[in-house]
């Protein structure tokens, strides 16, 4: 009994072991009954005699007897009628070699091959072994041109398996790669028309993130959607080099652990963002997933993407023909600009009217609401009658037809569809709106495509003249400076230090805004104006501020504590002192403490830039009027009476419109105020003047000389101060010459509190 079971055992695994070898298709008997390594499989097949002399002179024969299970691609003879071996070196003749073994843990028989990746022991760049395609989806072919001849496949070997090829397999490079691959056929058409194929053949080294073909149906649908190509041929080649140069890392070898959470740099110039799930952030709206690894030529890394990567030039190229100018302004982050077209209802027509829109970025609005008086944001537009003054707004940010950058000429003129015009600043590259006390709207970026027409970001909102007073757009600064916090007036805060990126002279008396001295930096392009190490706590203030003149104009950039990606550009026209209030929020990133303020150069030419008052929250003091005969200005009141009808206070400090003082009254319905005339001659002068104030809304008239029948009528913009010159004529005084009164009566509200100040006669 006991012997028939070790005769059994035995059987079985006999059974097993040849079942084994059926399964591993080894039908020939070679194996069992004359067992050879690898190297005497070789050495013993006449076939190979070329490949054996090459492993003898190599070195490898030993290599190949060992225990060491292996899988080698052998030659044949006639496989190397197209390789001259003599003008490889030792080294080269070696790797060429060891590209045809696979170190395996079994041997790679045939009917277990499966289109993929094996490793051979050549080495690529850094010592990576490189990759070794395998195509079974017919017959198997190895890389681009090896295959297995019929008989010369399975060769069990002690230490191994062997496969005869037809050809050498010479390591890949990354033009080999892409061709073996049938994925990536739709890469390697794009690489020939983009002539790209001799260089990612070359010695050079790269690394390419390589788009598989269902990649590249998408991307035919996107630009088929927005140009009408239909096939790579359509695509102009300029643009399709672009995107291909963005799929390549130039001097790396970068293998996928090295690449999560990283930034690359690519050979078209962009960038693009690895994330630790092998996501790659480009610049369009889509991320692409790493979805193959470590595909190693002997020259470079292939990593294969399953999405195209999109520079920002040509994904800005596809929004353009996609979206509309609204879309595209939204796209942009320009919500400031068109919530203010949805608020006037002109979405529709500036969605599907061809159009240039001149569009303000969010920081230029919000500067925009920081310096106008009679409005805080565009919610404070809500009267029918201010709903039409914002759309009078927006439209003088919009044109007719399509203006590029291209056609616009030296003082150009183009008419909005607000009826006023805006002229083009060619020196500071802006545009110069009709109230001429408003910033330029410099251009940050030009030709913004869109499917109905083309933007142009700026940074400042344009002001129209016939808008201005309406929206309470503050006259130009005339009078002294007055700071939150004094950088800079006649000297430097002996808090700050001094960069030395220029050397600007703080003693300058060439051109000087106020006092007796100015800063003149001297700029070779790209430079900066740089000062620092205050410390002053920026959450105590709004803005910060300067006097800037240039000769000739310019551009410059202000920037805070280091915040070089959040800087705020401004133009400033040709020989005029041009006041800038950038708000803090739009430069400053977060941060609270000034450690650095920086005006650096940005027209990138040599220029000159006088700098002057300096500081943070600056406000100025508007001048005290002179009059040919004075009324009341500053508390110095000239009259024979005051009228009763209410209780004048002359010495208010509350809200003066120059100065320190002005008059408060609160004027009951139908009443107002009243003061006693001199008894001059008002022949000899022609107008009479005032300022008024007033938070409610309601209606004045100004008599003289108990002419009741008469007057002058006015509705002063409610919020702000008002500034009148009203002639003296019939219809003010009705012959009368004498000057016996001067009266501001309210008409119809009650209790209204009004301030008045500045009155005289020129």
Known sequence: MKSFKHILSFFLMTTLIISCFKDDDVLDNRLSLNPKNISEIISDNPDLSTLASA?????????????TTYTVFAPNNSAFSGVDTSTLSDEGLLNVLLNHVVSTTRPDFTSTMTTGYLKSLASGPDGTKLSLFVNNSDDI?????????????????????????????????????????????????????????????????????????????????????????????????????????????????????????????????????????????????????????????????????????????????????????????????FTSFTAAVEKVGLTSQVSTDQLT?????????TTFFLTIDNFDSLDDFDTPE?????????????????????????????????????TFDAGSMSF???????????????????????????????????????????????????????IYD???????????WTTPDFSNTDQVKSGIYSIRVDYQGDDGFQIGGAGEDLTQYSTVNAALYSENGTSVTFILNEQWNNGQTVSIPAGEWTYVSIP???????????????????????????????????????????????????????????????????????????????????????????????????SAYSVVKFSIYCEDATSFRLVMNEEWGNGYYFNPTPGQWN???????????????????????????????VFIDDIGFN
């Not at 006649?490 to 030395?500: K, M, T």
């Not at 009203?726 to 119809?748: A, K, M, R």
């Open 55 to 67: 492993l003898e002179a190599a070195g490898l024969i030993e290599t190949l007897k060992s225990t």
């Open 141 to 333: 072919k190895l890389n681009v041109n090896a295959s297995i001849v019929n008989d010369g496949k399975d060769l069990g070997a002690t230490n191994g398996i062997v496969h005869v090829t037809d050809n050498v397999i010479l390591p890949p490079t990354l033009v080999d790669h892409v061709l073996a691959n049938p994925n990536y056929s739709s890469l390697a058409a794009a690489l020939v028309k983009a002539d790209l194929i001799d260089t990612l053949n070359g010695t050079d080294i790269f690394t390419v993130f390589a788009p598989n073909n269902a990649a590249f149906e998408k991307f035919m649908m996107d630009v088929e959607d927005a140009f009408g190509w239909t096939s790579l041929d359509e695509i102009p080649v300029d643009i399709l080099t672009e995107v291909l140069l963005y799929h390549v890392v130039a001097s790396t070898n970068l293998l996928s652990g090295d690449a999560l959470e990283s930034t690359q740099t690519t050979l078209q110039g962009e960038s693009f963002s690895i994330g630790a799930d092998a996501s790659i952030d480009d610049m369009s709206y889509t991320n692409s997933n790493i979805n193959l690894v470590d595909i190693q030529a002997i020259n470079g890394v292939i990593h294969g993407v399953d999405k195209i990567l999109l520079p920002d030039s040509v994904f800005q190229s596809i929004l353009s023909r996609t979206l509309n100018i609204v879309e595209r302004c939204d796209d942009r982050n």
């Open 357 to 365: 829109a001149f569009a303000p970025n969010n920081n230029a609005f």
């Open 386 to 422: 201010e709903l039409d003054l914002l759309k009078k707004l927006v439209e003088y940010h919009l044109a007719i037809g399509t203006t590029l950058s291209s056609g616009l000429t030296p003082g150009m003129t183009i008419e909005t569809l607000n009826g006023e015009s805006i």
């Open 432 to 486: 110069v709106p009709t109230h001429e006390n408003a910033p330029n709207g410099g251009i940050v970026t030009a030709d913004i495509g869109a499917n109905n027409g083309v933007i142009h970001e700026i940074d400042n909102v344009l002001v129209p003249d016939t808008e201005a007073t309406a929206l309470g757009y503050p006259l130009p600064p005339s009078g002294a400076a007055v700071y939150g916090y004094e």
């Open 490 to 500: 006649d000297a430097l805060n002996s808090a700050f230090w001094i960069g030395g």
């Open 584 to 682: 803090i929020t739009n430069i400053s990133n977060g941060t609270t403490i000034l450690d650095q303020f920086v005006i650096r150069d940005a027209s990138l030419s040599p220029n000159t830039l006088y700098i002057d008052e300096v500081g943070l929250d600056v406000t100025y003091e508007q001048p005290i009027p002179t009059f040919n005969y004075e009324i009341y200005t500053e508390n110095n009141l000239t009259a024979d009476w005051i009228g009763g009808w209410t209780s004048p206070v002359f010495d208010d400090t509350s809200n003066p419109s120059t100065g320190i003082f002005s008059i408060r009254n609160v004027m009951p319905a139908d009443q107002g105020f009243q003061l006693g005339g001199t008894n001059i001659d008002l």
């Open 723 to 753: 500034h009148y010159t009203v002639p003296l004529n019939d219809t003010l005084l009705n012959g009368s010459t004498t000057y016996t009164q001067f009266v501001i009566q309210e008409q119809g509200l009650n209790d209204v509190v």
